[in-house]
């Protein structure tokens, strides 16, 4: 059996964010349910090159009876569910762009077939990545926002707000987008990027935070959005944090707010939440629960009466590999990539 290539155009053309957002979906059921593992992400730190690396393992069994997202030919059961595993490998170098001329983050995704150990495909970590963390958000934002929401606020206009943007659009009526950036021309290149589809336009992070939902975006150690910035029914998708001591959002946001993490073990390590937990600002009990128990039913989402919800993502290997089945599965009915002979077992 050959092993396919698939670059990041490849990975960017066989993942449509309509597909990726009930597919996430699915592995946060299938990891409440138990029917995932996910060993904790393990680091390599390399502070002679300012750089880390994480390698992020997984195994995702999703039922064809819960299944929102149904499987391919090639990994479909008999039901509509399928299962793989992968293993992630990805890097956080912030040198690189002025050093190298590469980008800070890059990643390898390998997509293997449980029951033969078979490599099914080498993938473009980076753009995985990349996608997997919108749709992560727009699966949290479809429980945790009020169902009328029409803006989206947007702190960071680096890659990652252009996912957010298209993920978040897919659950909800946006209509229009403030982006906050230092960066002038980041902020004129989103617009630019998205101005025929959205009444969007550049703002200050109070106005952006001000809006029905709003995702952050930014590598900051010091919160940069004020509890007075903030709606009052205003969902929050913390998306920056995903090393121990970065921060995005004033304690007292978290504290007032109705709190959803993705992985206990992941967001106190490395999450928004980080950094207050240290501290011992919060604890258990200022934990609503996690996205899995949300999307399952085991406990509500969004109600009138709530106010200020913050959905605190760190990503999760099960969203990779949930994300590598959808390119996957596309790019062998498509014809798409590269098919080589990695264990020089074809005849």
Known sequence: METLLLNDEDVRENVT??????????????????????????????????????????????????????????????????????????????????????????????????????????LDGRTLTMLRTGA???????????????????????????????????????????????????????????EDDFDVRGGTIAEAAHCDVLSTVTPVESPIVPRDAVGDRTHINAMGADAAGKHELADEILLDATLVIDDYEQTTHSGEINVPWSEGVLDDGDLYGALGEIVTGEKSGRTDGDGITVFDSTGLAIQDVAAAHVAYEHATANGNGYAFDLLGLAD
Do not use: C
């Not at 039922?63 to 890097?91: C, Y």
């Not at 727009?138 to 990652?160: E, F, M, R």
């Open 17 to 122: 964010m309509a597909e990726l957002v009930p597919a996430v979906a699915d592995a946060f059921v299938a990891y409440e349910r138990g029917d995932a593992q996910m060993p904790p992400k393990s680091y390599i730190d390399l502070p002679q090159y300012n750089g880390d690396f994480r390698s992020m393992p997984a195994y995702l069994d999703v039922r064809g009876d819960d299944a929102a997202s149904q499987g391919g030919a090639e990994r479909a059961g008999a039901d509509g569910g399928w299962d793989a595993a992968g293993v992630k490998w990805v890097n956080a170098h912030p040198d690189n762009p002025d050093q190298y001329d590469l980008p800070t983050v890059m990643g390898t995704m390998i997509y293997t077939d449980p029951e033969t150990a078979v490599p099914l495909a080498i």
């Open 136 to 194: 992560a958000a727009a699966v949290a934002t479809k429980h945790l926002s009020v169902p009328d929401a029409s803006s989206l606020g947007i702190v960071g206009a680096g890659a990652q707000s252009y996912m957010q943007l298209r993920a978040i659009s897919e659950v909800r009526d946006i209509e229009t987008v403030v982006v906050s950036d230092l960066d002038e021309e980041r902020v004129a290149a989103f617009i630019a990027a998205f």
